[in-house]
């Protein structure tokens, strides 16, 4: 696969990741104050590097699992769907999730995610995501907890992607076409 020449400019600081997903456990911590059974549910692959700081800011006893569901885009787009890649290693029934997304954009994913493991029954289900991306919203979610509302553009880095790489950048960058 050829990627066309950009640059990445950084727009997000690992230090101001960090001051937030500070504040964002904090909040976590006073909702879940009490839980003895909270799993967080990273999902694949672009939460890696946020789902790994939140849970070290956390002092709640959790459990860490992983989902992997196919994004809709190519192929499949007519009918936005998603299919699961790789499915929970554990039951969630009965107990209370927090669903860890990298960022929200049309909704799509987050919206059926959330429809998926409703079926399964937990006792609360609450969504963070790290970006948000109002000024795209095709489906109407919105998540629980939310690190930084960002325009619409196309950011790498902090576990994201562009074409597998730049998840490993500490920061939010984004990706800026030079043409050639
Ligand atoms: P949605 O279903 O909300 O449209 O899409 C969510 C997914 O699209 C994100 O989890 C992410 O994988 C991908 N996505 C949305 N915006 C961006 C972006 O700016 N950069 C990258 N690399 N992926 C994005
Ligand atoms: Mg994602």
Redesign the pocket.
């Known amino acids: 696969m050829t990627r066309p020449d950009y640059v990445i400019d950084k727009m997000i600081s690992a230090k101001t990741i960090a001051a937030r997903i500070e504040v964002l456990a904090r909040q976590i911590a006073t909702e879940f104050n009490g839980s003895n059974d909270l799993v967080m549910v990273g999902?694949l692959r672009?939460?890696f590097v946020f789902i790994a700081d939140l849970v070290r800011e956390l002092t709640l006893p959790v459990e860490v699992d992983f989902l992997e569901v196919s994004?809709?885009g190519d192929a499949m787009e007519s009918s936005r769907e998603i299919r699961i890649l790789k499915d929970l290693r554990g039951e969630i029934a009965g107990r209370d999730v927090l669903v860890v997304?990298?960022?929200?954009?049309?909704?799509?994913?987050?919206?059926h995610v959330v429809r998926l493991l409703k079926t399964r029954n937990p006792a609360r289900l609450r969504t963070i995501a790290l970006?948000d991306?109002p000024s795209?919203r095709?489906?109407d979610i919105r998540a629980d907890y939310i690190g930084f509302e960002i325009p619409d553009?196309?950011?790498?880095g902090y576990g994201?992607?562009?074409a597998q790489r730049n998840r490993n950048l500490p920061y939010i960058g984004k990706?800026r076409f030079t043409g050639g």
């Open positions: 999902l672009g939460s994004s809709y997304e990298d960022i929200v954009d049309t909704g799509y994913t987050l919206a970006l991306k795209r095709e489906v553009e196309f950011v790498v994201i992607d562009y990706v």
